[in-house]
């Protein structure tokens, strides 16, 4: 084991040896996180930064989720034992909540940034593309035969298109066995695979209680879909232990806590460690998660089965649309009167009820005939 900083050691260390010392290890990556929750206006702005950066903001927020919950049930311990370090835990544990929210907040606006930043996003902000979809769903039989004829001409047979998935964990898997995927298999990843469910549910319960400690076996993508259904199991054998609301939240003690038998107490005490454990290595398993199936959608995407078919796609669009051009111009005009500027669509509509409400209205029309009584002006 490396060096192990403690708070009052963090406004010392330089930026560079910083960075080693919470790469090397996630408990020093907490201490940092809890030394700039509360001592923030004290350490070098860098240190802040640092802690925000894109390719640390994830890991900040699990190390705030991890500190959180270890200083709840220290302050729960001590409000039990009659502690004297309870205010200044209490103090550290509320400037620790106040961060772990605002990295909460910061993780979400990012994840939507890239979202709204997407080519799904895109679409649906441009009038031109939210046109020709809505005409595929007004013509759907024509514009299934016009895929097909493109796809012919480019020999994109459909016998290499990808089988539908159940979940993302079936993805996962295939992609792995497609070499999409590189997962090189250790011995300790076959035992796991190869391994019961109590066996899993062991090792994810191990993992947990060493928070420094990373069993890489439990974050193989083949095993993802183990450890997450582990750390859900056990998560609601610990919830009844540790006097939880619910698995997914510590929630507070019952009121007659402090009257319990010091082991009963400590007992309790430990469950929620515990639990706080679990909580934080879950929301770790549902980001390695998130972050393969973001690099799936990233290479399909750049795969030249995938671009085919896309042309094929954006040509039978073409030719729907030069087959319809009155209907796509009723469309186009429905939507002018919405745009924020020439061809796009605000962002606030793009996911909203008036949306819904515009598309239904639209195709309702084309369906009953309705739209060829409107005055319908050239599209452009």
């Not at 060096?3 to 050691?9: F, G, I, S, Y």
Request: aromatic share 6%; hydrophobic share 40%.
């Amino acid at each position: 084991m490396g060096e192990r900083l403690r708070v009052a050691d963090v406004e010392r260390v330089p930026t560079e040896r910083l960075v080693a010392l919470i790469t090397e290890s996630f408990d020093n990556l907490v201490t940092v996180a809890i030394a700039e929750a509360v001592h923030g206006r004290f350490l070098p702005p860098r240190t802040g930064r640092l802690l925000r950066k894109a390719e640390w903001r994830l890991d900040w927020q699990d190390a705030l989720l991890c500190a959180g919950g270890e200083l709840q049930v220290a302050t729960e311990r001590m409000r039990y034992s009659g502690d004297p370090r309870l205010e200044v835990t209490e103090h550290r544990l509320g400037r620790v909540r106040h961060r772990a929210h605002e990295a909460a907040v910061l993780v979400k606006k990012l994840r939507r940034n890239d979202f709204n930043n997407s080519r799904e996003r895109k679409s649906g902000m441009n009038s031109h593309l939210t046109a020709q979809g809505w005409l595929r769903i007004a013509f759907p039989d024509e514009y299934a035969e016009l895929v097909q004829r493109e796809r012919a001409r480019r020999f994109v047979s459909d016998m290499a298109e990808p089988p539908a998935f159940r979940d993302v964990h079936d993805e996962i898997a295939y992609a792995v066995g497609e070499g999409r995927l590189a997962a090189p298999r250790s011995p300790e990843v076959d035992a796991l695979l190869a391994a019961g469910d109590t066996a899993v549910r062991l090792a994810a319960a191990d993992d947990a209680k060493e928070q420094d400690e990373r069993d890489m076996a439990l974050r193989h993508p083949l095993m993802l879909k183990r450890w997450e259904n582990a750390l859900r199991e056990l998560g609601a054998m610990a919830a009844d232990r540790a006097c939880a609301e619910t698995p997914h939240a510590l929630g507070t003690l019952p009121d007659d806590f402090c009257t319990l038998p010091e082991a009963e107490a400590v007992a309790v005490l430990n469950a929620r460690r515990f639990l706080a454990a679990v909580q934080q290595r879950r929301m770790e398993c549902k980001r390695y998660i998130r972050q393969i199936t973001q690099a799936l959608r990233e290479r399909a995407l750049e795969s030249p089965y995938t671009r085919a078919v896309s042309e094929a796609k954006a040509a039978a669009d073409r030719l729907l649309v030069d087959g319809h051009p009155a209907e796509y111009a009723f469309i186009r005009a429905e939507l002018r009167t919405h745009e924020e500027h020439v061809g796009y669509l605000p962002l606030s509509l793009v996911s909203s009820p008036q949306r819904a409400e515009i598309k239904r209205r639209v195709l309702a029309a084309l369906s009953d005939g309705t739209w060829m009584y409107s005055a319908v002006p050239e599209a452009h």
